[in-house]
């Protein structure tokens, strides 16, 4: 099991969507959990990427025909000139299979951490999201208060960036990184609707048929 083989693996299968004609859009954080991160034997998060061929409009309606998904909801930051600083942020959802923990670290990032898709919401320059709601259906199925999701998000910064740079990888100015889960993911089921709302940045929405 490796870390660093399976971030190379990640890089190899981006650099691969890229020359199909994917844009790049930045990094999504793994297993921001420290839970997650026991049970997979790593002691800081891992790092995947996210492309344009995975990008989904506010508001889309996502088959479940090839399969199971879950959904979660996170705070995603913009990178500024320097590529490392925070020049705004967004609310974002993450379309994901829903994770196999049984699986080595190095399969799990060879496949870019179960990532499939993801949304955002409004772009707003502004150091905190605000708290969270993250609604189901309509109904409220978590809150999240405010000091707890503008906590480790220069965190995750660093996080992404340690592990790419492993990998002879840097961030570039204008990635987007998606900082890491707000709460239990959701497993959508047909007809639903999972909604992220943050008192700073506005909300996100996905339906799923």
Do not use: C, Y
């Not at 309606?61 to 320097?82: K, R, Y």
């Not at 923990?101 to 955002?120: M, P, Y």
């Not at 900082?179 to 007809?191: C, E, F, I, K």
């Amino acid at each position: 099991m490796s870390v660093e083989r399976g971030t190379a693996a990640m890089l190899v299968r981006r650099r691969e969507r890229l020359a199909q004609g994917a844009e790049p859009i930045g990094w999504k954080v793994g297993f921001n959990i420290s839970v997650a991160q026991q049970k997979l034997g790593i002691d800081a998060p891992l790092a995947g990427f996210l492309s344009t061929d995975g990008l989904l409009e506010n508001g889309a309606e996502v088959s479940l025909a090839d399969g199971p998904v879950v959904v979660e909801s996170e705070v995603a930051v913009e990178l500024g000139a320097d590529a490392r600083s925070i020049v705004a942020l967004l609310p974002a959802l993450e379309v994901a299979d829903p994770p196999d923990l049984d699986q080595d670290v190095e399969t799990i990032l060879a496949g870019n951490i179960f990532h499939r898709a993801v949304a955002f919401g409004p772009r707003v320059e502004t150091a905190a999201p605000g708290g969270a709601r993250i609604l189901v259906n309509d109904e409220i199925e978590h809150e999240v208060g405010p000091a707890e999701t503008a906590a480790h998000l220069e965190a995750m910064v660093g996080a992404v960036a340690r592990r790419l740079l492993d990998a002879d990888q840097d961030l570039s100015p204008g990635d987007r990184i998606i900082t890491g889960v707000l709460a239990p993911p959701h497993a959508a089921h047909p007809g639903d609707s999972v909604r992220l709302e943050l008192d700073a940045l506005g909300g996100v929405e996905l339906l799923f048929a």
